[in-house]
């Protein structure tokens, strides 16, 4: 039995809390909306501030939306940071603890966050994550991880509780830019199905079909299965939000720029999710970008309604 803590449990985090409960740990739990009352029936023991969750935890996951949320659960009025700094070193001159981001920020700023809680004696991971709120109900999130092999080595057993593909890819910051490489496979194949099923139904073909049909060809994938069904049936609660993955397009984007990269489909699926959020569609799940190419198309694919966001 371990004392752990958790910040930040919206649709992800409160599902893999739970995970680590159910494993026989201590949780010390911090939300911003408070800590959902199913975590705490779990055994979470909720605290007043992240300062406070570092104060009890040895091991630190956070779990919130975007990089400016992370650096200011970390070094803000009452953050980790704070509550790390009132510890004692211990023999070997450090505090000893870990901190763990699950979120989905940016790699840059990633690098610059374990700089900074290195220089207070202790461990930092990046672990973002993939597989949606349906990963991390089933437990089987992917998990891609940056930072040295001792600290991943110890926290790996906690990891296994809430994924099944975890992997170390390198140096602090090579999580987050695993994650990006991530969101721009998935966001690409998802504006591709949203395209092939308009075009489809367009063409007076049934898509519900057309897509039994290509899931038995090379054109077979987890997008054509989960998101090809979710624009037919026209099931746009998320999921992941459009909004969160347009971040994470950002990031791509931001990055590519320093680097001197053209990623001309990231930009235009990009642009696409753009447009959604302009048609109130911040809050749809990420396959809702096929709404984006039916308003330009005047014509919707399937002709069930599609919800309000």
Not at 191 to 215: H, N
Not at 269 to 284: D, I, K, P, R, Y
Request: charged content about 15%; hydrophobic content about 45%; some cysteine.
């Amino acid at each position: 039995m371990m004392n752990l803590g958790f910040i930040g449990l919206g649709i992800m985090g409160a599902p893999m809390a739970g995970h680590l409960l159910a494993g026989g740990h201590d949780v010390f739990a911090f939300s911003r909306s408070g800590v959902p009352a199913g975590v705490l029936e779990q055994g979470a023991k909720a605290c007043a501030s992240p300062s406070e969750v570092a104060q009890q935890a040895d091991i630190i996951f956070t779990m919130v939306p975007d990089t400016p949320h992370v650096a200011d659960v970390l070094f803000g009025d009452k953050g980790i940071a704070q509550g790390l700094k009132t510890l004692t070193a211990g023999p070997e001159g450090r505090v000893g603890k870990t901190v763990v981001d699950m979120s989905s920020i940016s790699p840059i700023a990633t690098k610059e966050f374990a700089a900074k809680i290195n220089a207070l004696g202790c461990d930092y991971l990046d672990a973002p994550v993939s597989g949606g709120e349906v990963g991390a109900k089933a437990a089987s999130l992917t998990i891609m991880v940056g930072g040295s092999e001792a600290t991943f080595n110890k926290v790996q057993p906690l990891f296994a509780l809430m994924g099944k593909n975890i992997t170390l890819i390198g140096d602090n910051g090579s999580g987050q830019t695993c994650k990006v490489a991530n969101q721009i496979i998935v966001a690409l194949n998802i504006e591709a199905v949203g395209e092939a099923l308009l075009f489809a139904a367009k063409a007076g073909a049934d898509p519900a079909k057309v897509r039994q049909a290509l899931m038995g060809g090379l054109a077979t994938s987890r997008i054509l299965e989960l998101h090809g069904e979710r624009m037919i049936k026209r099931t746009f609660n998320p999921g992941f939000r459009i909004e969160l993955h347009q971040k994470d397009l950002n990031l791509a984007l931001e990055g590519a720029k320093a680097m001197g990269l053209s990623l001309p489909n990231t930009a235009s699926t990009q642009q696409l999710m753009s447009s959604c959020v302009a048609n109130g569609g911040a809050g749809w799940d990420h396959s809702g970008i096929v709404r984006a190419l039916e308003i330009a198309a005047n014509f919707q694919i399937s002709p069930n309604p599609t919800p309000a966001a």
